[in-house]
């Protein structure tokens, strides 16, 4: 009797077949786990000290653009948003938000909420990737 076992999946199968590695899927700024996201176009972190707003500056955001919590639920109406200097300043975040990412969705930027369950892990890949993070850290 053997004792080696042949664990077989989709991707061990594949790979026994021959078949070629099926094509990946394209970056997802609202994927719920940040799996296949893509790099975000800039990151502001919130003060966790104080409750005073956070600004966001960066070009295209501004009146109309959304904002999404770490569900990727849209949260615009929810959240306090004023214009301000060529950004916007935002109060009442979701709860526990430790920063908003700004991202490209479908020719617009958008803002996603980043939660402080993945704040840490997100914040490392992305210095690594020269992503711009602004304010307090």
């Not at 109060?91 to 479908?106: C, D, F, I, K, N």
Request: one cysteine or more; proline letters at 12%.
């Amino acid at each position: 009797m053997s004792r080696y076992t042949l664990w077989l999946n989709g991707s061990s199968l594949r790979r026994l077949r021959g078949d070629p590695e099926p094509p990946s899927p394209p970056p997802d700024p609202l994927d719920p786990y940040w799996k296949n996201s893509p790099k975000p176009l800039a990151v502001f972190m919130f003060d966790e000290v104080s409750d005073r707003p956070t600004e966001i500056v960066h070009p295209g955001v501004g009146a109309g653009t959304r904002f999404f919590d770490s569900q990727c639920k849209d949260v615009s109406s929810q959240i306090d948003i004023e214009s301000i200097n060529g950004g916007l300043e935002i109060s009442g975040p979701p709860l526990h938000t430790r920063a908003v990412a700004v991202m490209e969705l479908q020719g617009g930027p958008i803002c996603r909420f980043v939660d402080k369950f993945m704040i840490q892990e997100l914040q490392e890949k992305w210095q690594k990737g020269g992503v711009a993070i602004n304010g307090p850290s």
